[in-house]
């Protein structure tokens, strides 16, 4: 039987659906250290946790898993935010990433390939698109030591579930960059208002809960170097892809935003639906780096296309080695797995790709991870990975 409440909820949105004042009463909402008892603070209304404690939380799956649902709850109708202080833990790890995204964007520049954000005119920052796929090609140790992250598993697990996939822009804003403007993220982020009233609310619902935004800083970023520009509680205002469009609440997000100053090897992460920007680098000196992620539900369509078979072949050397050696233990190699194959595997030919077992056929990481139990050569992993792809066709 049908909730009397639920049949006056609104289906479709439009400009009259955004109410500024409402609006503003619901972003006055405060976070309560009571609710975020893993935090070690609650800064400028965002939980803060620290790095090291969460990853001895790590190894106790009971607060582990009770941490997460924490994590998931801040996202969902908190304040959509969350910082780890210390994510990485390791400087010289991050420095030598840094150098190998540097050499990127270098070669990108030299040959006119890069093309700016979304937000900003090129030449103005430097991006580099799709940097987890070139990362992997270009140095794939390093990816594999950065990938190992279990920090990033967790918080992406606590919000997309297993099988999600992992994309990476690395940008860099340099002094004087400009502030962006302020939008939500993709999915809905990236339609026009037109495009947006098509959608029934259920959908505008459903698209924040099929990306997870994180940024990993490669850099200090003081305030006045203009780290990310947020709105708490933002995320949870139904309307919001609508209304992040129209003046008066742009008027509203300059002058409520909060920025949280970050150290090298924070991590940040939010509700891809938060009202947010990049701030203007103000500093003289401060080149600000940071490897933004945006994570994909296995349910939806990722922003990029990655080659998840590259990637993983790129890697598996390496890998391997890490993990005989144990450099690596085998929950960090797994860690690498989760953010290099592809963890879904649909959409499927089921006449000649038949499950083995259960209802669905063995996805990419079954195969990369049985190549590392078992042992594979290169050559046989590049050949199991090879007739996989070959079935996913429709005849």
Not at 70 to 77: G, L, M, S, T, V
Not at 86 to 110: H, K, Q, R, S, Y
Request: charge should be negative.
């Amino acid at each position: 039987m049908l909730d009397q409440n639920s049949v006056h909820k609104p289906v479709w949105l439009d400009d009259q659906s955004c109410d500024i004042a409402e609006f503003e009463r619901h972003i006055a909402q405060e976070t309560r250290a009571d609710h975020y008892p893993n935090a070690v603070e609650i800064a400028s209304n965002i939980p803060i946790y620290d790095g090291d404690a969460m990853r001895r939380a790590m190894g106790d799956e009971t607060r582990a898993r009770a941490v997460m649902a924490e994590w998931n709850r801040a996202f969902e109708n908190g304040p959509g935010i969350i910082a780890i202080r210390n994510g990485f833990d390791d400087p010289a790890l991050l420095d030598a990433v840094t150098d190998a995204l540097g050499a990127i964007i270098a070669e990108e520049e030299a040959g006119a390939a890069g093309k700016g954000d979304h937000f900003a005119s090129a030449g103005a920052n430097s991006r580099i698109w799709n940097a987890h796929e070139k990362l992997a090609l270009k140095a794939p140790e390093l990816f594999v030591r950065y990938n190992a992250n279990e920090l990033v598993r967790r918080v992406s697990e606590a919000w997309l579930g297993s099988g999600y996939q992992i994309t990476t822009q690395v940008n860099v804003v340099r002094p004087g960059g400009k502030s962006q403007t302020v939008h939500r993220d993709y999915h809905m982020g990236f339609q026009d208002v037109e495009t947006l009233k098509g959608y029934p609310a259920s959908q505008h619902m459903l698209s924040a809960s099929l990306t997870l935004q994180g940024a990993v800083a490669h850099s200090d970023m003081p305030l006045n170097s203009g780290p990310t520009k947020l709105l708490p509680y933002s995320q949870s205002y139904l309307p919001g892809y609508l209304a992040v469009l129209l003046p008066h609440f742009r008027e509203m997000f300059e002058a409520r935003y909060v920025q949280l100053p970050l150290k090298k090897g924070d991590m940040l992460f939010f509700n891809p639906a938060t009202f947010h920007a990049a701030g203007e680098n103000h500093s003289s000196d401060i080149q600000r780096f940071a490897n933004l992620m945006q994570i994909g539900s296995a349910y939806g369509r990722s922003i990029e296309i990655v080659d998840r078979s590259r990637i993983s072949l790129a890697i598996y050397s390496d890998l391997m080695q890490f993990l005989e050696t144990g450099a690596l233990t085998p929950r960090e190699a797994d860690n690498v797995v989760a953010a290099a194959a592809e963890g879904y595997p649909f959409p499927a030919n089921l006449d000649i790709d038949s499950p083995l077992s259960g209802m669905a056929p063995p996805s990419q990481q079954h195969i990369l991870r049985q190549a590392l139990a078992e042992n594979w050569d290169l050559a046989r992993l590049e050949r199991e990975i090879s007739e996989q792809n070959s079935r996913k066709r429709s005849h």
